[in-house]
């Protein structure tokens, strides 16, 4: 993540049958930006950034990573970005281990429990227990060492710190914030107004497009513009 990259988004649409979510959705980041995407619920926040991670098709538009077009070819969308959706994508029945299994090989998960972000989301304390028997803290954690074990250029975060205790919160936005200080560019969603923290740019998504918004910590200004 040491080159300097940008992602440019244009004219994104979705619809759901006559339901028009997404209409003209277009902004830019760069390497170490964090981007908050705000909204009300049913806004189209998930929707967008299941497009944008590969999870569902767009009707149209772009998503441009440096110069590769990635919704044209989404296979190359796992090999640059990494994804947590608010449900955690995690099998139950598999241990913590054989879940970063399914994403990742040995020698990845090996570099990164010596000293990476799996040693610094403290996931080697469980490794071995079935996702099951996991609190909602270790699940979150375990979900983002998945997206992250891989160093991707891209994280995206769809409510990351949702039902979070206040120790596991400060433990995963200092992760967040090493990402960003490392040049990975975070695209998130969020109605905690402590992850706006993390933002270097708000963008409120309202019916269908995006609107720039400057967070002030006035958090009334905030809901009124929701």
Request: net charge neutral; charged share 25%.
């Amino acid at each position: 993540m040491k080159t300097k990259m940008t992602i440019q988004v244009q004219g994104i649409r979705k619809a759901y049958g006559k339901k028009q979510v997404l209409t003209d959705v277009a902004f830019m980041a760069e390497s170490g930006q964090c981007v908050g995407i705000l909204g009300g619920n049913g806004s189209g926040k998930s929707t967008l950034l299941s497009i944008l991670s590969g999870v569902r098709r767009a009707d149209g538009g772009s998503f441009f990573y440096g110069e590769a077009e990635l919704l044209r070819y989404p296979g190359r969308i796992p090999k640059v970005l990494g994804y947590v959706p608010q449900e955690d994508p995690l099998m139950e029945e598999l241990s913590a281990w054989d879940n970063l299994r399914m994403w990742h090989d040995k020698e990845t998960l090996k570099r990164e429990l010596a000293g990476g972000v799996l040693a610094f989301l403290g996931i080697d304390g469980f490794l071995k227990t079935p996702v099951r028997k996991l609190s909602g803290g270790m699940r979150k954690r375990l979900s983002l060492a998945c997206a992250m074990a891989s160093r991707p250029g891209i994280l995206v975060l769809d409510e990351p710190s949702a039902a979070l205790d206040l120790v596991c919160k400060e433990n995963i936005i200092r992760c967040l914030t090493a990402y960003k200080e490392a040049g990975g560019i975070l695209l998130l969603t969020t109605h905690d107004v402590q992850d706006l923290a993390l933002c270097d740019k708000c963008l409120i998504l309202k019916e269908g497009s995006l609107h720039p918004y400057e967070y002030d910590g006035d958090v009334h200004k905030l809901a009124e513009a929701l």
